[in-house]
């Protein structure tokens, strides 16, 4: 009997390095994703680095000693060294000698240190000073002077609305702000809002009431 021998299979061909090179594994995939990942939040890195380098460069540092600004008070501009922790009323105070403004509470309760800022009222002893530059501070100097007063502060004196005298700059103010904003409309009700956050511890609201309608009505 003849032995018949198994047909001939041709051995599968062997894997060369450039079969190696474009087969891609599991762990070569998440390798390389992570690769790309890496390198994506590294440029996304420099460029917000670079950004905020940019923006850093055309923000003046202040601080912590003195700085030098320029506060426009009273329609002047005027250069001053203060920290920057140092309030307007301070500055106002210390370094331009517009004592007008009180330091009463300095908490913002009394209302003895109100100016206007930008033509609105607040209270000094809460703006920074650096806060205001390049704005408009109005202080009650800057109202009138004894010689030609602001009709509220003549209508104060004809009203008799102040007696110590340390909260009278921040009740002219605020009074001086309700004339300008509702003139000959204002009632006594919108008076009494404005000068609400003013005390006077000598009891004259009723006077500065008087006083701020007196002022409206041009008497």
Same mark, same amino acid.
Not at 57 to 68: A, F, I, M, N, Y
């Given at each position: 009997m003849t032995r018949q021998e198994p047909p001939f299979e041709p051995a599968p061909p062997r894997a060369? /390095? $450039? &079969?190696?090179a474009t087969r891609v594994s599991r762990r070569g995939l998440f390798k390389g994703a992570g690769a790309a990942a890496v390198s994506a939040a590294l440029l996304g890195a420099r460029e917000t680095l670079a950004r905020e380098a940019a923006v850093a460069?055309? =923000?003046?540092? !202040? @601080? +912590? @000693?003195? =700085? /030098?600004i320029t506060l426009r008070v009273n329609g002047e501009e005027r250069k001053v060294q203060v920290e +920057?922790?140092? %309030?307007l009323l301070s500055a106002l105070r210390l370094r331009l000698d517009l004592t007008g403004a009180k330091p009463v509470c300095e908490r913002s309760q009394c209302g003895a240190c109100t100016v206007w800022l930008d033509g609105q009222t607040v209270y000094a002893c809460s703006v920074l000073a650096v806060e205001a530059e390049g704005r408009e501070v109005t202080t009650v100097e800057g109202l009138g002077t004894p010689s030609d007063m602001h009709p509220v502060q003549a209508a104060f004196c004809a009203e008799d609305a102040l007696q110590c005298g340390f909260c009278t700059p921040g009740m002219v103010m605020a009074c001086a702000f309700a004339v300008k904003q509702h003139g000959k409309d204002? %009632?006594? &009700? !919108? $008076?009494? $809002?404005a000068v609400a956050g003013n005390l006077c511890r000598c009891g004259t609201h009723p006077h500065v009431l008087r006083a701020a309608l007196r002022a409206a009505k041009g008497e």
């Open positions: 060369t /390095p $450039a &079969d190696h460069d055309e =923000v003046r540092t !202040q @601080g +912590p @000693g003195l =700085v /030098p +920057p922790r140092t %309030t204002l %009632t006594e &009700d !919108q $008076a009494r $809002a």
